[in-house]
């Protein structure tokens, strides 16, 4: 709910403050008062896209700020939140617009943008009038209004959810012929690569054993000469036996020398201990320096076809084995492919089907309440002297998508046999009032969280039509709250809360104030609204009539 409006050096108002209250508020003036600036502030504030020049001539900025109440589960509370604002029972969106065009907004006391300003507009405010084109006008937008209608979400959220299971199913098997395609196409090197990778069965770290063992096999013969004679001095006719020698000589007369022998003698057991596992081991790898040239050609000849192969592919030697792999799995994809395609399109035919019910069952549901839709607005037509009229919620077949495959549209026939068609083509001015606000009061049901603004929407109205207008505005605010622009003294009749707009001049300066009025004041008001300037008594016995009708 609106709470309060404050406006500050906008157009022709310097400084005004309203209070806004729940039910029916009605505003009324002479025209050109300014009761449409005090709709263009609203619209400011909540983002719209309205006038470029708003400030006040001669005024630094101009500023706007407006209250909302917001009760638990709100719609403008979950805008709040995915916006990252503060959230609390209470709303307070500002907005300044400076002298050269600049406009800063905030929500909360935090800066803010226009988009925000508008999602959180959509919650809280819905304007109608007879240029309605952001609400029941909008042809783009009946099909929503019937579904808020007949109560459908659930049905709206089945098959929107089919509609995303359906379009995932899709896309799983649009990406697996592609896949399937691309490794068609390069079926052939697929094949040949593999079986060469096969053949030659590469493995990791091969590479660099192949290749430390043929630089030793070409070194072999340059250095097996040098290692041979130093295998032959570690040997019995070299070291190996003088120090033997050395080692039977001391023991023979360690016993004489009354101990002083007994660690040199240890030493040299030691020695020739390690002596033994030195030959032992050059004696090892002068087995391993015997080179076969037929093996050094074949070691150079796979170092050389593992090197070649890799250069080939674009991979690292040791990553051959692994390439190899991958290239064994395109290859069995390539021959899984049509079992896996044949599991993935009946996996999309069953999303079809699920989607198809959902549809099916949204689209019915939709004719249902299209049909109570009608038998609604007949109802309420006629007490707005439209007895004669038609309304018909028209649903056909659509393109299939998210929200179903129902395109909806409200038509109107303005007398029996005429063609029917859209509401802003077929209605008159005073006809197309009195359809909207047939179709807002049909639509609305029991929803109050929105504050509903009517923008003169009872013009070329008058009598018994304009009252029954007044009075289905009345219903209307009942449990929430409606703001009505009106020039109807039967509109206005019916407000629970009046204001009266008018002009002031003052030194030169036109400037817009807007009145609280008491009962005595809204009498004198709907009698100005009834007889023109001049008020007479008769004029106010038929306000006070109107007022107590």
């Not at 101990?259 to 391993?288: D, I, K, S, T, Y």
């Not at 991958?326 to 395609?341: F, M």
């Not at 009195?434 to 807002?440: C, G, I, N, V």
């Not at 013009?459 to 449990?479: F, I, K």
Request: with cysteine; aromatic share 4%.
């Amino acid at each position: 709910m609106l709470r309060s409006l404050d406006i500050r050096d906008m157009l022709i108002i310097d400084r005004l403050e309203l209070e806004f209250r729940p039910g029916l508020n009605v505003l009324t003036g002479e025209t050109g008062a300014g009761k449409s600036i005090l709709l263009d502030s609203l619209g400011f504030v909540l983002g719209w896209r309205g006038r470029a020049e708003l400030v006040r001539a001669g005024a630094p900025q101009g500023e706007v700020t407006a209250v909302f109440d917001l009760p638990e589960g709100h719609g403008a509370r979950g805008v709040l939140r995915e916006a990252g604002l503060p959230e609390a029972g209470e709303l307070i969106l500002r907005r300044v617009n400076s002298a050269d065009g600049r406009k800063t907004a905030w929500v909360n006391d935090r800066r803010t943008s226009g988009d925000i300003l508008r999602r959180l507009s959509e919650t809280l405010v819905e304007l109608h009038g007879q240029q309605d084109d952001r609400g029941l006008l909008n042809a783009r937008g009946h099909r929503a209004l019937l579904d808020e209608f007949a109560g459908t979400a659930p049905q709206v959220a089945q098959t929107r959810a089919a509609w995303r299971a359906l379009g995932a199913a899709r896309g799983r098997l649009a990406e697996a012929e592609a896949a399937l395609e691309a490794v068609r196409a390069e079926e052939d090197f697929l094949r040949h690569a593999v079986a060469e990778l096969d053949a030659l069965d590469p493995a990791e770290g091969e590479e660099a054993a192949l290749d430390e063992r043929r630089r030793l096999m070409q070194a072999a013969g340059r250095i097996r000469e040098d290692i041979a004679k130093a295998h032959g001095a570690m040997g019995y006719d070299g070291a190996e036996g003088l120090i033997a020698n050395a080692l039977r000589w001391l023991e023979d007369v360690a016993e004489a020398a009354e101990g002083r022998l007994e660690a040199p003698v240890a030493a040299l057991g030691r020695a020739l201990n390690e002596l033994g596992e030195a030959e032992q081991g050059v004696g090892a790898f002068l087995e391993e320096m015997q080179v076969d040239p037929q093996e050094l050609e074949r070691v150079e000849e796979r170092l050389f076809a593992i090197r070649g192969l890799a250069r080939k592919h674009g991979v690292g030697p040791d990553g051959l084995a692994g390439f190899a792999e991958g290239l064994r799995g395109k290859l069995a994809a390539l021959e899984g492919g049509a079992a896996d395609l044949k599991a993935l399109r009946g996996a999309v035919a069953e999303a079809e089907a699920a989607y198809g019910a959902a549809a099916a069952a949204l689209g019915a549901a939709r004719r249902e309440a299209a049909g109570r839709l009608d038998a609604a607005m007949a109802a309420e037509l006629a007490p707005l002297k439209m007895e004669r009229a038609v309304f018909s919620t028209e649903v056909a077949e659509a393109e299939p998508g998210p929200d179903g495959r129902d395109a909806v549209a409200f038509t109107v026939a303005t007398n029996p046999g005429a063609p029917a068609g859209p509401l802003n083509r077929i209605a008159s001015g005073g006809e197309l009032s009195r359809f909207l606000l047939a179709l807002k009061v049909c639509l609305t049901g029991t929803d109050r969280a929105v504050t509903l603004i009517f923008d003169e929407i009872d013009r070329g109205v008058g009598g018994a039509t304009a009252d029954a207008v007044g009075r289905r505005l009345a219903d209307l605010a009942r449990g929430g709250q409606v703001l009505v622009v009106t020039h109807s003294p039967q509109v206005a009749a019916r407000g629970q809360h009046h204001w009266q707009v008018a002009k002031d001049v003052a030194q030169g300066a036109t400037l817009s104030r807007v009145t609280p009025l008491g009962d005595a004041a809204r009498v004198d008001e709907i009698a100005r609204m009834l007889a023109g300037d001049t008020i007479t008594e008769e004029a106010r016995g038929a306000a006070r009539a109107l007022l107590d009708g």
